[in-house]
């Protein structure tokens, strides 16, 4: 369909990421999420996975894991979705980031990463931490885009073993702890 413009519809993506956005920016704070850390800094890192600060602040170590889910969204929706537009695309990894950064902060999974991870005083994150965690979706969403799937696939690696050392998770730990918690692996993490 041509418009006005010129344009076949090219903001249609766009206007529906905006949407989807606004749509979880409501949901988080209709589930009581706080805009920012309660200290009332807005931090751009906070490094400490161990304190209060942790996903309270714009980044911190588990935004790379986000920038992981934006490089395996974008794998599966290239092979899924081929004749996909790269913008629709990428809005569809949006409204699964979107629709995780939701479900992540529901008292179900804020107790079950009390319970079964090394998130012990975890409280969910801010609204702030949210958005940015969906903006390192679109980032890995886009590198894997320009990287192909070698160098992704190298950088995934990376970064993974690059979390494993740093402060003792990463994405794959995460979804094993959360899943199918094991006791040995939660005692080698909680040294720290």
């Not at 894991?65 to 004749?83: D, E, N, Q, S």
């Not at 079964?116 to 903006?135: F, K």
Request: charged share 15%; aromatic share 14%.
């Amino acid at each position: 369909m041509m418009y006005r413009d010129g344009h076949q519809g090219k903001s249609w993506p766009w206007v529906a990421v905006g949407a989807l956005l606004a749509a979880t920016v409501y949901q988080l704070h209709s589930q009581g999420r706080i805009w920012w850390c309660a200290c009332g800094k807005l931090n751009l890192w906070a490094g400490d996975i161990w304190s209060a600060h942790n996903s309270q602040h714009v980044f911190d170590p588990y935004s790379f894991t986000h920038v992981l889910h934006g490089i395996v969204f974008y794998g599966i929706m290239a092979r899924l979705f081929a004749r996909m537009s790269f913008a629709w695309r990428l809005c569809l990894a949006i409204g699964l980031e979107a629709a995780w950064e939701v479900f992540e902060n529901t008292p179900f999974i804020i107790q079950r990463y009390r319970e079964a991870t090394i998130g012990l005083g975890y409280e969910g994150d801010s609204i702030v931490n949210s958005m940015a965690d969906i903006l390192c979706c679109v980032i890995g969403f886009i590198l894997a885009r320009q990287l192909g799937l070698r160098w992704s696939l190298v950088l995934f690696v990376v970064t993974e073993g690059v979390l494993l050392f740093w402060v003792r998770d990463n994405l794959t730990l995460n979804i094993l702890m959360l899943i199918y918690p094991i006791d040995t692996i939660k005692s080698w993490q909680m040294v720290h």
